[in-house]
């Protein structure tokens, strides 16, 4: 398959997981938020909370699969991953605007992840990483076609997951700070206890970092840099 009919087949198969998704929260937000998604979060019950978590599993697993399938290297799969999973994530929020209309604006909080943790943050944030994130993998994919060597590094590894881990912890930053008035780090992770269930009910989002949100993004940008720069030579 040439690289634009795959480009094609991808982006189209990356869209309709992006509606199936918001079809899920369309349908948990009418048994949860009938009146409209607000916070504090509704108590949701724990076999829905595994279910929830669960379904996440696949939806990345899914998402790990077409990177297989996509690419026989390492490197192109990874970008095959990423590119996917932006758009995957870009048009969630554009479906959700169509059926629901929501999000209010790009400043609207919204649940991102569960996993290890609930994440949260505007949704302008994971749109910023799902911009970077084709970014990235439109870097290896075109220099790929071109016939370059594309394997990424470990000094660029490390920087992109470095990047990653500070992004990470800018969006689970705010819930845990609630989280942890009242549990250990490893209390808070236990999804099957009704106590932490009950508080995590409990919360509002305060203040968003975006100053720890820019520092990731810089590390990824920059090694997006360092890598072009040595792939494009």
């Known amino acids: 398959?040439?690289?634009?009919?795959?480009?094609?087949?991808?982006?189209?198969?990356?869209?309709?997981?992006?509606f199936l998704e918001s079809v899920v929260v369309v349908y948990m937000r009418e048994i949860l938020y009938p009146g409209g998604f607000e916070f504090p979060l509704s108590p949701i019950p724990v076999r829905l909370a595994v279910t929830e978590l669960l379904r996440e599993v696949a939806t990345l697993i899914m998402l790990v699969t077409i990177g297989i399938m996509a690419a026989r290297r390492f490197s192109t799969g990874f970008a095959w991953f990423i590119y996917s999973f932006a758009i995957w994530d870009i048009f969630y929020y554009v479906f959700l605007k169509l059926l629901l209309g929501w999000p209010e604006s790009f400043l609207t909080w919204d649940v991102l992840f569960l996993i290890p943790t609930t994440w949260t943050g505007p949704v302008l944030s994971p749109v910023l990483v799902s911009l970077t994130m084709m970014l990235f993998a439109m870097v290896i994919l075109f220099q790929a076609e071109r016939g370059k060597e594309t394997r990424i590094h470990r000094r660029e590894w490390m920087g992109f997951i470095a990047g990653s881990l500070v992004l990470i912890f800018g969006f689970?930053?705010?819930?845990?700070?609630?989280?942890?008035?009242?549990f250990s780090p490893v209390e808070m992770l236990q999804v099957k206890n009704p106590e932490v269930l009950e508080v995590a009910t409990r919360y509002i989002p305060n203040r968003f970092p975006w100053w720890i949100f820019g520092i990731g993004e810089v590390i990824v940008l920059g090694t997006i840099g360092i890598y072009w720069k040595r792939v494009a030579r």
């Open 172 to 182: 689970i930053f705010d819930y845990s700070q609630h989280m942890l008035i009242h």
């Open 1 to 18: 398959m040439s690289f634009r009919n795959k480009l094609i087949t991808i982006t189209a198969f990356a869209i309709a997981m992006g």
